[in-house]
């Protein structure tokens, strides 16, 4: 029965239900929980490693000792429990992730447009540069035609 629902339940469920357990118990030897709980294999490692380094590597708990599946809460471990469990870090986390990848597609698009920009800018400030030399000269051909009419 208990080995049909390990079949049954996802990895990340195993790991909210282990990290539920740990900052419950604040500590827990997760080989022996899985074994009594899923019916995994205590011997066979593979599958609460992957439970303890997933644990480990998102600092939610530590191994005691370094090397055994011996584990206790950290703090960042207590706090994803009491706000919903590692289903619902994963899933915020995603999302912010999501948020990340649209905020630099933004970032990229704005950066695009702002080149494109100074492209026009740079190609209208030499027209303008032209139109700005005509002016001069017909205002001074202005002034003198002015001062010539005045003297005449």
């Known amino acids: 029965m208990k080995e049909n629902k390990a079949n049954s339940l996802t990895r990340n469920e195993k790991i909210n239900i282990v990290l539920d357990t740990i900052a419950k118990k604040r500590t827990l030897k997760v080989n022996n929980f899985c074994a009594q709980n899923w019916g995994l294999d205590e011997k066979s490692n593979s599958e609460y490693d992957l439970i303890t380094d997933t644990l480990t590597t998102e600092n939610l708990a530590r191994k005691l000792d370094g090397t055994s599946s011996h584990c206790v809460i950290?703090?960042?471990?207590?706090e994803?429990?009491?706000?919903?469990?590692?289903?619902?870090?994963?899933k915020q986390k995603q999302e912010k992730e999501l948020l990340n990848t649209k905020n630099t597609q933004l970032g990229i698009t704005s950066a695009e447009s702002n080149l494109e920009a100074n492209r026009i800018n740079k190609r209208d400030s030499q027209f303008n540069r032209w139109a700005f030399g005509f002016n001069i000269l017909f205002g001074l051909i202005n002034i003198g035609l002015l001062l010539w009419s005045l003297l005449n």
């Open 74 to 78: 950290t703090p960042k471990g207590n």
């Open 80 to 90: 994803v429990s009491e706000t919903g469990g590692w289903l619902i870090y994963l």
